[in-house]
């Protein structure tokens, strides 16, 4: 690439639930300080998965880190961008749908039971169609993205953005990657992309479109960075919210994973499997396109703080946030003399200054007025009760 020529840029964000979204925006966040020349929200390429399709998607629509930080995790701006809630409507149509099957289905288990003497563990088998596919509905995030994407200046039409976006979904019955957005992809509603890519198995039921059911878009890839690769990219920016944790190499800060029961062992095991896959795959992208810069963000493994958080948690995102995006800032100032040097070749300056500052992503909230007074009086009291000891001592 000539010093005159543009680079070509993209970014690649990977799915996580909103604990991974929380991490994406606080190391998005990072890199757009600490980057001079690049605005996140003008790349040449965005592809997302589950959560970070949501992200891939409002960047697109030229919404910057900084004003997704304030809708998603500080709850201000003029939209609402994200409310977990939701993600916590129950399925009732799915439950319904279920639910007529029921005396087709039972008539037939007793007959096979009573009358063709089946073993009891074929007819549970038989019973599998009364389960649902999934228990929430993901419907509210197709109706309430489609309104963000709605408003002036933004669009839900995969056609009508300045720049290409491509959200990755997985056709549930071939197992194939389902490419929204790319040509013959891209008469979908960006909207309704997001919940495709978004259905995670077991959480929410497939979503129909045409006549064709998608689900979670990591069942088939951690990143699907090689859709941006393949039309020619110079620099990749990918970012990856899971990793499997090292609990030995974490001092004792994060527990003995066996110790968490069944939730840890699974979550770890889903866990592993999305990261080593992922490091299979940079791997093969750095054979495949030598060409190309590549730049991948993750959480420290070690990382308690991080260990601690529930994977679908919304409450602490503020706290979440700061720590992502603190962790991204040490990441590129540990690595500055690499990195700057690969971003230099873009006509980008990793800034070494601005990383040695002080800075916070989110102001902390203030404590309840009630809770202050409260804090107040114990204060008082401890230090009546310390001059009181310090006065009989003497």
């Not at 749908?97 to 087709?104: D, V």
């Not at 289905?105 to 649902?132: C, D, M, N, S, Y």
Request: hydrophobic share 45%; net charge positive.
């Amino acid at each position: 690439m000539s010093k005159t020529s543009t680079p070509r840029i993209a970014l690649a964000l990977a799915g996580g639930g909103p604990l991974g979204a929380i991490f994406e925006i606080g190391a998005l966040c990072a890199l757009e300080e600490a980057l001079d020349g690049i605005a996140l929200e003008k790349l040449d390429h965005y592809v997302g998965i589950s959560a970070g399709g949501f992200l891939a998607a409002a960047l697109a629509n030229g919404m910057p880190p900084r004003e997704l930080c304030a809708s998603f995790i500080e709850n201000r701006g003029d939209s609402e961008v994200f409310d977990p809630a939701w993600l916590m409507v129950p399925a009732f149509g799915e439950f319904l749908r279920r639910s007529l099957k029921i005396p087709a289905v039972a008539t037939a288990a007793v007959w096979r039971t009573f009358v063709r003497r089946k073993p009891i563990t074929h007819v549970l088998e038989q019973l599998g169609p009364l389960l649902p596919t999934g228990l929430f509905s993901s419907e509210e995030i197709d109706r309430r993205l489609a309104r963000v994407f709605t408003q002036p200046g933004r669009t839900n039409d995969f056609r009508e953005l300045r720049t290409r976006l491509t959200l990755v979904a997985t056709d549930l019955d071939t197992g194939d990657a389902a490419p929204f957005g790319e040509s013959g992809w891209d008469d979908v509603p960006i909207s309704r992309a997001v919940q495709a890519s978004a259905a995670l198995p077991g959480l929410f039921p497939p979503v129909r479109i045409g006549d064709k059911h998608f689900v979670d878009g990591a069942l088939s890839k951690t990143m699907h960075a090689s859709v941006a690769l393949a039309r020619g990219v110079d620099l990749m920016l990918c970012i990856n919210p899971l990793v499997s944790f090292d609990a030995t190499g974490a001092g004792g800060a994060i527990p003995r994973l066996v110790d968490g029961g069944l939730p840890a062992v699974l979550g770890q095991a889903l866990r592993t499997m999305i990261r080593s896959r992922l490091e299979l795959g940079m791997k093969q992208y750095q054979r495949a396109y030598p060409d190309t810069d590549m730049v991948l963000i993750e959480p420290d493994p070690r990382d308690a703080r991080w260990y601690m958080a529930n994977t679908f948690s919304y409450r602490q995102r503020r706290e979440l946030a700061e720590h992502a995006y603190q962790h991204t800032r040490s990441v590129l100032l540990s690595q500055h003399g690499a990195l700057a040097t690969r971003f230099a070749r873009h006509g980008l300056t990793l800034r070494e200054d601005v990383l040695r500052e002080r800075r916070v992503l989110v102001t902390p909230t203030r404590a309840p007025r009630r809770l202050q007074q409260s804090i107040s009086t114990l204060r008082a009291t401890l230090d009546d009760l310390g001059r009181q000891v310090r006065s009989e001592a003497a």
